[in-house]
């Protein structure tokens, strides 16, 4: 069942968004060696960092009430990412993750 996130309250939108930036952190794990400071797939960590930086800005933007990258913003971000990556069934995960209990 696809996600209605017109549906969801401001707040249920900040959730989803904080625990979607969480859960992205896990997913860039991969992309360096565990114990130490070696990235073994720079260019794709670097693409996390950009789609995190966007999912932590629209968590404060709801935060705060304000304009900014919309819910189904950072969804499409999300789904490009993973086309894009070839991470398209990680981002699924992750989005299922997020939206547990809301």
Excluded: W
Excluded at 63 to 85: C, P, Q, T, V
Excluded at 95 to 101: G, I, M, P, R
Aim: net charge neutral; charged share 25%.
């Amino acid at each position: 069942m696809p996600l209605n996130v017109e549906s969801l309250s401001n707040h249920a939108k900040t959730v989803l968004l904080a625990r979607l930036a969480s859960t992205l952190t896990i997913c860039a794990r991969d992309t360096y060696e565990a114990r130490t400071d070696r990235a073994v797939q720079p260019e794709l960590l670097r693409a996390y960092n950009e789609l995190m930086h966007r999912v932590t800005g629209a968590t404060r933007d709801h935060l705060l009430e304000r304009e900014g990258y919309s819910l189904n913003d950072i969804l499409e971000m999300l789904r490009a990412f993973g086309e894009k990556n070839g991470r398209a069934g990680e981002m699924r995960l992750a989005l299922e993750q997020a939206t547990k209990s809301l």
